[in-house]
């Protein structure tokens, strides 16, 4: 009764369940903002990596290196705290969404270009026979078939980045962690967070149940 009463307590999750919807409200829109902004930023990432020149795509391979060794955490650190040094001061919101987007952008470039690698040769080569400017090839006949390639992995990096948005609490950042710790400060109880808990496992459990089927339908088109 005593773990109940400090961990499960219902009543105190439902009087600070108002402060935990504030922050799962911010939660979605920072999920959805870096999801998006670290998806275009990628794909663009991944075309400079195959197709810019030299100098340039040795730089976005260390781009990408950089940003896929790095732990989240420091990245917002460094962002967080460290830019205001060099002049650059960031609200937390922007903070957050500049690291999870780079990671993301990161990540996006290394599976496209997988995708895209993985295409036959003869692709480019038929469309280079029938006359098809390269941007044209890259529009019309390459990126769509590497984005039916990339959807499933593309759609677990999402998945990942959306758990992630949990470490933007270090930033300041008043997402659903962040005020679950808010709440069991209020009320000295660490129900909150089990009751945060349960609100990441409701939203992102569908996500990652659409993670498996979609790896399931690529593996059978497949074979």
């Known amino acids: 009764m005593e773990l109940l009463g400090s961990f499960f307590n219902v009543d105190v999750m439902l009087r600070t369940l108002p402060m935990l919807g504030r922050g799962l409200v911010n939660t979605v829109y920072l999920s959805v903002t870096s999801i ?3 998806i275009v930023a990628g794909v663009l990432l991944c075309l400079v990596r195959l197709y810019g020149p030299r100098g ?26 460290a830019l205001p040094g060099v002049g650059i001061l960031l609200d937390s919101f922007s903070a957050a969404v500049m690291g999870l987007s780079l990671v993301l952008a990161a990540f996006t470039a290394e599976v496209f270009r997988a ?7 003869g692709q480019f080569e038929a469309a280079d026979a029938l006359g098809l400017p390269f941007r044209v090839t890259l529009w019309k006949v390459v990126l ?18 959306a758990k992630d948005t949990s470490l ?20 000295a109880n660490p129900s909150p967070l089990i009751a945060a808990a349960i ?13 498996s089927y979609l790896e399931r339908r690529a593996k059978a088109g497949r074979t």
């Not at 933007?168 to 009320?187: F, R």
């Not at 609100?199 to 993670?211: D, E, G, Q, S, T």
């Open 168 to 187: 933007a609490s270090v930033v300041a950042m008043p997402d659903l962690l962040k005020e679950a710790q808010n709440a069991q400060a209020l009320t």
């Open 36 to 38: 998006v902004i670290g």
């Open 199 to 211: 609100i990441y496992f409701i939203v992102l459990w569908p996500a990652v149940r659409l993670v």
């Open 144 to 161: 769509p078939q590497a984005v039916r390639i990339a959807i499933p992995p593309q759609t677990s990096n999402c998945v990942a980045i």
């Open 56 to 81: 340039v795509r040795h730089a976005a391979v260390f781009v990408i290196d950089f940003f896929r060794a790095v732990p989240i955490l420091v990245i917002l650190v460094v962002i967080y705290y």
């Open 115 to 121: 995708g895209i690698e993985s295409l036959p040769k």
